[in-house]
């Protein structure tokens, strides 16, 4: 059983669209979620914590759901920067000392 | 802004030689991660230090080694190089977890891409 599960993608979408990727993840004790991007042969990014309430930031809004155990990423306004891998991160336990269980990304790419 | 510096962004070793991999972090951080990433297989830890001289295994440990001697140097070591260790090798940092099991996120340096011939 997959601890964190992507769809693997590649979502392609026109500059403009609104795009939706979700994550679920097997441990209901997990505490911590991220979103990070990573670009093409580059290092992952951290892209936004993920809290219990939701949160925005700019286009991208982020959102928590325990009792199903996914979260989620919208990306309003698709630009063709946005184009990378979006990898969904969750912490191991509820106890660890820092270990996060990274999802094998979900592929966006924005086309003009 | 959180700086993870690793030693080389290209490297190539032959089989059987010993290779180093070193990463230095410049915030304190407790933690410490070296990550492999292969294509299909994502992000995969390799070894963790939550402190100086301390480490633990983590899912593909076998055929390396890490030593912790100072907080902010983490290094990566290929006991006996071989080609199926070809990879990008992505060390990380992080703040202590903050406590209720909440963990901080990791900050990655730019990889090194490791190839063994």
């Known amino acids: 059983r997959k601890e964190v599960e992507q769809d693997p993608g590649p979502f392609n979408v026109p500059e403009g669209a609104t795009v939706a990727f979700n994550c679920t993840y097997s441990?209901?004790?997990?505490?911590?979620f991220f979103w990070y991007r990573q670009d093409c042969r580059k290092e992952p990014k951290l892209l936004m914590s993920?809290?219990?309430s939701g949160n925005e930031d700019g286009r991208f809004t982020a959102q928590l759901n325990r009792a199903s155990q996914y979260i989620s990423l919208l990306i309003r306004d698709s630009k063709l920067s946005d184009s990378a891998t979006y990898l969904c991160?969750?912490?191991?336990?509820?106890?660890?000392?820092?270990?996060?269980?990274f999802g094998k990304g979900t592929k966006l790419s924005v086309k003009p | 802004d959180v700086k993870v510096t690793q030693s080389s962004r290209y490297l190539v070793k032959r089989t059987g030689e010993k290779v180093f991999l070193e990463c230095v972090q410049d915030?304190?951080?407790?933690?410490m991660f070296w990550y492999r990433q292969d294509p299909g297989l994502g992000l995969r830890l390799i070894y963790f230090?939550?402190?100086?001289?301390?480490?633990e295994k983590g899912d593909i440990p076998e055929g390396y080694s890490v030593s912790r001697e100072k907080k902010e140097r983490f290094s990566l070591i290929l006991e006996s190089a071989s080609t199926n260790q070809t990879s990008m090798y992505l060390c990380?940092?992080?703040?202590?977890?903050?406590?209720?099991?909440?963990?901080?996120?990791?900050?990655f340096g730019d990889g090194t891409r490791l190839s063994i011939l």
């Open positions: 441990n209901s004790a997990s505490q911590s």
């Open positions: 230090s939550y402190d100086v001289k301390m480490k």
């Open positions: 915030m304190d951080h407790e933690n």
């Open positions: 990380a940092s992080s703040l202590l977890t903050g406590g209720f099991g909440r963990n901080q996120p990791q900050h």
């Open positions: 993920v809290y219990s």
């Open positions: 991160v969750v912490n191991v336990d509820g106890g660890s000392q820092g270990n996060l269980i």
